[in-house]
């Protein structure tokens, strides 16, 4: 590498950039579109629950059925194309290959242990730690489960290849349903350590 090629910072130059644009633009359309599938996903339930509960009306969007249909189908093509945008640059840029791997179980349960006794420090947000990787991993592999039990619940017969995959529309449909949960899940424990760590979340926001 050439002298003018390197970087130069000098001490009073900003901080590395944590979470480059591309991350930021398509981490908060995910969540937005993420709101939207799960608030009319939960309506669409309610229609024709699978387990003995339904959502209380106050938490679903759509307000009945079919404007609970349209505001997933529209809101699906949302989550897709900013998911695959996402995806794929993941995966060229090789932020996932740096950021998410390797996990190994000993680093997760170390890491476990210090986050229930307090000790887990938070001082590099460019590092994330064991139980990130896990948690930022697995929500990108459900993500990519929503999406294509969804797809084969929503063309079951030109995508039979797909629902036969998953064990038919039936077992699509439960796949779908847990894939929710677990995203859910994840929502409620990462929103909660996005608050307990602001600087985090100003990361996600300014990149920096
Ligand atoms: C490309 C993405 C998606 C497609 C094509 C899709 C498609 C569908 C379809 C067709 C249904 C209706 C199933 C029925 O008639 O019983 C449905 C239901 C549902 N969806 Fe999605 N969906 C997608 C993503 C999501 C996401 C991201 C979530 C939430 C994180 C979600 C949550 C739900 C829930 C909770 C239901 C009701 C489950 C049931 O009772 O069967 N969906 N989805
Ligand atoms: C209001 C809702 C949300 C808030 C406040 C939030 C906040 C944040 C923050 C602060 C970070 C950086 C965290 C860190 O340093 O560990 C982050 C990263 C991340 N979030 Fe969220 N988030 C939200 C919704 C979501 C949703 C719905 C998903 C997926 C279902 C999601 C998936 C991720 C992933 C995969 C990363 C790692 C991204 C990367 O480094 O490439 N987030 N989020």
Request: hydrophobic residues 60%; positive net charge.
């Given at each position: 590498m050439t002298a003018q090629a390197t970087p130069i910072s000098a001490p009073s130059a900003p901080a590395?950039?944590?979470?480059?644009l591309w991350v930021r633009i398509t981490h908060w359309i995910n969540a937005l579109a993420m709101a939207v599938m799960i608030g009319s996903g939960w309506e669409i339930y309610n229609a024709?629950?699978?387990?003995p509960f339904a959502f209380p009306r106050s938490i679903?969007?759509?307000?009945w059925l079919a404007g609970a249909l349209l505001w997933h189908f529209a809101a699906m093509w949302v989550l897709a194309v900013n998911g695959l945008v996402y995806v794929v640059l993941g995966i060229a840029t090789g932020r996932f290959r740096r950021?998410?791997?390797?996990?190994r179980p000993r680093d997760v349960a170390a890491d476990v242990k210090a986050a229930l006794t307090g000790?887990?420090?938070?001082?590099?947000?460019?590092v994330y730690n064991a139980v990130q990787r896990l948690l930022y991993l697995g929500v990108i592999v459900a993500a990519v489960v929503i999406v294509l039990s969804g797809l084969s619940i929503w063309k079951p017969i030109q995508l039979q290849e797909l629902t036969a995959l998953f064990g038919g529309y039936d077992a699509a449909r439960y796949v779908h349903f847990f894939a929710m949960a677990a995203i859910a899940g994840f929502i409620v424990i990462h929103v909660v350590m996005a608050f307990v760590v602001p600087k985090s979340l100003r990361a996600m926001i300014t990149g920096r």
């Amino acid at each position: 590498m050439t002298a003018q090629a390197t970087p130069i910072s000098a001490p009073s130059a900003p901080a590395e950039v944590i979470h480059p644009l591309w991350v930021r633009i398509t981490h908060w359309i995910n969540a937005l579109a993420m709101a939207v599938m799960i608030g009319s996903g939960w309506e669409i339930y309610n229609a024709s629950p699978l387990f003995p509960f339904a959502f209380p009306r106050s938490i679903t969007l759509g307000g009945w059925l079919a404007g609970a249909l349209l505001w997933h189908f529209a809101a699906m093509w949302v989550l897709a194309v900013n998911g695959l945008v996402y995806v794929v640059l993941g995966i060229a840029t090789g932020r996932f290959r740096r950021k998410l791997l390797p996990i190994r179980p000993r680093d997760v349960a170390a890491d476990v242990k210090a986050a229930l006794t307090g000790r887990l420090a938070h001082d590099d947000l460019a590092v994330y730690n064991a139980v990130q990787r896990l948690l930022y991993l697995g929500v990108i592999v459900a993500a990519v489960v929503i999406v294509l039990s969804g797809l084969s619940i929503w063309k079951p017969i030109q995508l039979q290849e797909l629902t036969a995959l998953f064990g038919g529309y039936d077992a699509a449909r439960y796949v779908h349903f847990f894939a929710m949960a677990a995203i859910a899940g994840f929502i409620v424990i990462h929103v909660v350590m996005a608050f307990v760590v602001p600087k985090s979340l100003r990361a996600m926001i300014t990149g920096r």
